[in-house]
Nanobody, 123 residues
Framework: VQLQASGGGLVQAGGSLRLSCAAS????????VGWFRQAPGKEREFVAS????????DYGDSVKGRFTISGDNAKNTVYLQMTSLKPEDTAVYYC?????????????????WGQGTQVTVSS
């Protein structure tokens, strides 16, 4: 599975962005897909995850209520809708996938990774 993350950019605090994670090589059926982020000098942080078939989701505490993860089967794409953005959301955002039916929130358990997309939130 090849993953392509896109949609990052520069936005003011309080604004919104939608990230996309497109899969090529196969579909996301039977895969869990997650979003992680890494800011300079910090460890990679779990943001959100979705189970493709079941539609279950999970979020990191710092983004609950502001970010929403969703999927589009027809487009083999997972989205991360980010609202009420804060300067501390500034990071490189990565999407990842693992063939499993359950939720996955640990970076080490993901098998495939996209290249990352930069999100910068100005104050």
């Amino acid at each position: 599975v090849q993953l392509q993350a896109s949609g990052g950019g520069l936005v003011q605090a309080g604004g919104s962005l939608r990230l996309s994670c497109a899969a090529s090589g196969r579909t996301f059926v039977d895969y869990a897909v997650g979003w992680f982020r890494q800011a300079p000098g910090k460890e990679r942080e779990f943001v959100a995850s979705i189970t493709w078939n079941g539609g279950s989701t999970d979020y990191g505490d710092s983004v609950k209520g502001r970010f929403t993860i969703s999927g589009d089967n027809a487009k083999n794409t997972v989205y991360l809708q980010m609202t009420s953005l804060k300067p501390e959301d500034t990071a490189v955002y990565y999407c990842a996938a693992r063939r499993t039916y359950g939720i996955v929130t640990t970076a080490l358990l993901f098998e495939y990774w996209g290249q990352g997309t930069q999100v910068t939130v100005s104050s």
